[in-house]
């Protein structure tokens, strides 16, 4: 297989992740709440499918068991967050603390120090569409998958519809946008803060299914490794605007991809390598700091520093 290639399925194996986490946080963030618990929500939803995944070797389950406890998750954060009007951040960060804690417990209990999900046998869930597989670039863009690459698009697809063509995007952006106005306008604004939640939750949920699942083929509670952070920076670069989102959280794969392909061809730096993605990610946010810095100033206004 070509250099390419590699890197571009590479690319697509690590961005995956951040991808769905991206897009769950992104609609908390439609809604003015940058949620901080991300990075906990993939480490449960990677917990609860690996747990399903171990048990009952069944990718199918693993993955409807963690759409089911990331729902109450999500379920569980709205109440703290809209009912008991809990802090947003604070909620966010028990979520990642609890979900580190529940983790490392349940592995306890179990006599382990992790979970081989290599029960399931990922790689013969990938899809190779017969006739390019030596076709360069097309090889690498739609061969070698998980069925999570393709559910991804689908979910992009579904948002981009959603936050454009129906009332209940509409009526999240507007709720972000001025929450007493959205009262005001008769919109039933707790209901859709918690359908938006449980939907932001089920979404990143699914990203801790790739990396347990598909991804590293092992459940530990350091495997998110920092993704969901990763994630609020992508839509924080775009905007909140799906598209810009996902490019975003593209290119942060793409670091991965590169300093993963670097790393298995020079072993000697691989340690110096691992901290390319967090470097370009720093450089990116930085970047995109000055540019909305300079968007921001208006011709002929003095502004103090």
């Given at each position: 297989?070509?250099?390419?290639?590699?890197?571009?399925?590479?690319?697509?194996?690590?961005?995956?992740?951040?991808?769905?986490?991206?897009?769950?946080?992104?609609?908390?963030?439609?809604?003015?709440?940058?949620?901080?618990?991300?990075?906990?929500?993939?480490?449960?939803?990677g917990l609860f499918s690996g747990l399903g995944v171990y048990y009952t070797k069944s990718y199918v389950?693993?993955?409807?068991?963690?759409?089911?406890?990331?729902?109450?998750?999500?379920?569980?954060?709205?109440?703290?967050?809209?009912?008991?009007?809990?802090?947003?951040?604070?909620?966010?960060?028990?979520?990642?603390?609890?979900?580190?804690?529940?983790?490392?417990?349940?592995?306890?209990?179990?006599?382990?120090?992790?979970?081989?999900?290599?029960?399931?046998?990922?790689?013969?869930?990938?899809?190779?569409?017969?006739?390019?597989?030596?076709?360069?670039?097309?090889?690498?863009?739609?061969?070698?998958?998980?069925?999570?690459?393709?559910?991804?698009?689908?979910?992009?697809?579904?948002?981009?519809?959603?936050?454009?063509?129906?009332?209940?995007?509409?009526?999240?952006k507007v709720i972000g946008e001025n929450e007493k106005a959205a009262r005001a306008q008769g919109i039933?604004?707790?209901?859709?803060?918690?359908?938006a939640l449980i939907l932001s939750a089920l979404i990143v949920g699914l990203g801790g299914f790739a990396?347990?699942?598909?991804?590293?083929?092992?459940?530990?509670?350091?495997?998110?490794?920092?993704?969901?952070?990763?994630?609020?920076?992508?839509?924080?670069?775009?905007?909140?605007?799906?598209?810009?989102?996902?490019?975003?959280?593209?290119?942060?794969?793409?670091?991965?991809?590169?300093?993963?392909?670097?790393?298995?061809?020079?072993?000697?730096?691989?340690?110096?390598?691992?901290?390319?993605?967090?470097?370009?990610?720093?450089?990116?946010?930085?970047?995109?700091?000055?540019?909305?810095?300079?968007?921001?100033?208006?011709?002929?206004?003095?502004?103090?520093?």
């Open positions: 297989m070509k250099v390419i290639d590699v890197i571009l399925i590479n690319t697509f194996i690590f961005a995956l992740p951040i991808v769905l986490s991206t897009l769950g946080g992104l609609i908390a963030y439609k809604l003015n709440i940058v949620n901080i618990g991300l990075e906990g929500f993939m480490l449960l939803g389950v693993g993955l409807l068991i963690c759409l089911i406890f990331s729902g109450l998750i999500g379920l569980i954060y709205a109440f703290f967050a809209i009912k008991l009007k809990s802090n947003f951040i604070i909620t966010g960060f028990a979520i990642n603390v609890i979900a580190g804690a529940l983790s490392a417990y349940i592995l306890i209990t179990m006599d382990r120090k992790d979970l081989d999900l290599n029960v399931v046998n990922a790689e013969n869930l990938k899809l190779v569409f017969s006739g390019t597989e030596n076709i360069p670039i097309l090889n690498g863009l739609i061969n070698s998958h998980s069925p999570m690459f393709f559910i991804t698009i689908i979910i992009f697809i579904l948002l981009v519809v959603i936050f454009n063509s129906t009332r209940f995007g509409t009526y999240i039933k604004v707790d209901l859709i803060k918690y359908l990396i347990a699942v598909e991804q590293i083929k092992l459940f530990t509670p350091d495997i998110i490794a920092g993704t969901g952070f990763i994630a609020i920076a992508a839509f924080y670069c775009g905007n909140g605007k799906p598209s810009s989102s996902l490019l975003y959280a593209l290119l942060f794969g793409l670091a991965k991809a590169l300093a993963f392909t670097l790393a298995f061809n020079m072993p000697q730096v691989e340690g110096i390598l691992k901290i390319v993605p967090y470097v370009a990610i720093v450089i990116v946010l930085t970047v995109t700091a000055i540019i909305k810095r300079r968007k921001s100033l208006m011709r002929g206004v003095y502004q103090d520093e």
